[in-house]
């Protein structure tokens, strides 16, 4: 599969791009901190629970978006963070598979029903979720099941990029090790993610460089801070430890700045690519299909319910035809009857005829 580089459309560019990311994972794994380091700007409130007594209860799931306008390098990128408060925070997690699913879903509906209009809504926007990252908890040892499940219930809708949040919890040894437990974890279970695809025999060799890094650094190690601290006279987004400073932009301490770069440059345009091309046009065909599906059984019932009318009828006017033929004999038995009574008298009137002679 070739990977195009940002999109050189002139037009485009100077409109801008459009890109929507939706951010799953449980409460505490550094969502709302990630999605405004990614933005740098608060774009995500913090969470505040200025009631103790109050802090066990569980809201559910909620599904919220934000836009923001971002420059990257001259181009205009309207960029769509789905943010998912509240999953993984419940003992049965069913519900939350089911309003993510749902939703993505929804975009769907919502672009099929365009497509059907004769006449297209000019200010109609497109709000397909183009990718996923999806945080895991540093652990240590594996994929949960609730991990497990919901990248193989979600991964035929959307694109999704596996995360590891707060990796500064873990040593670079064990970081190593994790991400290693992790990916053989998705190659067991078979979960499809975007896993960066390239063709060695028909891509250039600078993407199928780049592309085999990518891949190599899933899941991603992610570190968030909106704060800054100085280091060596200059200020830097990291995270102060009695040990050292933990940089965000770093690469060599997380993976932020090559993610960040891959979703908002140099992958964004494969990502919208396979949303609408292979996604969509998957969902698009599953549910053309049941529709079909629906009518023929409808159809089908139609016809039986003709077939059963027609065969009743059949019977009516078989039913008719044996009265008729029934009168029929009967009514040719009372003339015979009346003929033969009729030439019995004559017969004997001209019996008697015959004796007064």
Known sequence: MSHPRRPGNRKNV????QFTLMVVGASGLGRTTFINTLCDAEVVPKRECDEPEMAHIEEGIKIKPYTVEL???GIKISLTVVD??????MIDNEYCFQEILGYLEQQYDDILSEESRIKRNRRFRDNRVHALLYFIAPTGHSLREIDIELMKRLSPRINIIPVVGKSDSLTPGELADFKKRVMEDITHHKIPIYNFPYDPEEDDDETVEENSELRSLLPFALIGCEEEVTVNGRKVRGRQYPWGVVEVDNPQHCDFVKLRYALLSSHFQDLKEITHDYLYENYRTEKLSRS???ASDNDSGEE????????EQ???EDGKLKEIEDRVQRELKEKQQELWTKEQQLMSLEANQIHVQ
């Open 84 to 89: 998912t408060p509240g999953f993984g925070d």
């Open 292 to 294: 079909t599906d629906s």
């Open 304 to 311: 039986d319910e003709h077939s059963r009318l027609k065969e």
């Open 71 to 73: 420059d990257e390098d």
């Open 314 to 316: 059949f019977k009516k």
């Open 14 to 17: 100077k409109k801008g791009f």
